[in-house]
């Protein structure tokens, strides 16, 4: 597949990854975890969004629109998603870019000229580029080609995902990926289910072969985001601990805060939010209570 779909290429992140990198986030995602940090990349389809903070309310993008698909009421621009065809025309025409589609369409060429960009930053900081998404994997053709043209530009490569995939997607990645970042959320298959809408039977098959596969070659990270509620309770980080030491001991571990701030996204997007109500992270304190668990099993956890 020589075209992908992508929600945004990042520039200059630091969070995704060693070093300064290029993050590529590619949209689909075969999970429906309550607390995703980029809804925008949950569907494959492209959707139209309303950013309220920047309209103008001139009210052009009513006037262009062939199919009445947008409507401005005395507090708030209308998005009728199911008339709308993505024609353009309201995004055109917004005096203050108040309007945007949440995702593109690009070749594998297109990503590789984007990321090469950077490629002073990525030398000089131990970076590179990572995809991300949704979940970079339900996009593998595209994923894979895209990874080995950057590898043989000594591009560093790094994979954030949730393993929730066949084995036979994964494998052709071991040659081109330089660093796998391993979500692993919720121990327990019943509760995995609940938090995130699949049982994680397979992913965790999947961690299994890929530490036997990668031990000893520090090309895996196994991270654990911290939900309140559902991933950061003593039972399942403890759990967690417990599985990481008997996969392999030496495999290290990040615990990645809630960030409270993917709220004005499901704003945006009209979706439900669960955490509406949290606006913040876990304290220091709390975060290093964490680590606890992990450290009591011997575990390298940051």
Known sequence: MSTGRVFDIQRFSVHDGPGIRTTVFLKGCPMRCRWCQNPEGLDRAVSLWHFENLCGRSG???????????????????????????????????????????????????????????????????????????????QPQFLLKVASVLRERDVTTTLESALHAPWAVIEPLLDVISLFVVDVKVADSAAHAVATGVPNELILANVRRLAERLAGTGRMLVRVPLVPGYTATEKNLRAIAELVHEIDPALPVELMNFNPLAGAKYRRMGMPNEFADVTMAFSPAEVSAFKAFFSEQGVAVR
Do not use: Q, W, Y
């Not at 209308?78 to 709308?84: E, K, L, V, Y």
């Not at 090469?116 to 979940?135: A, I, M, N, W």
């Open 60 to 138: 052009t993008c009513v006037e262009v629109c062939p199919t009445m698909a947008l409507t401005l009421g005395p507090d708030r621009l209308t998005i009728n998603h199911a008339a709308c065809t993505l024609c353009g025309k309201c995004v055109e025409v917004c005096p203050r870019n108040a309007l945007a589609f949440d995702g593109r369409d690009v070749t594998v060429d297109e990503v590789v000229e984007e990321v090469l960009r950077d490629s002073v930053f990525h030398g000089v900081s131990g970076g590179g580029v990572t995809f991300s998404g949704g979940e970079a994997l339900a």
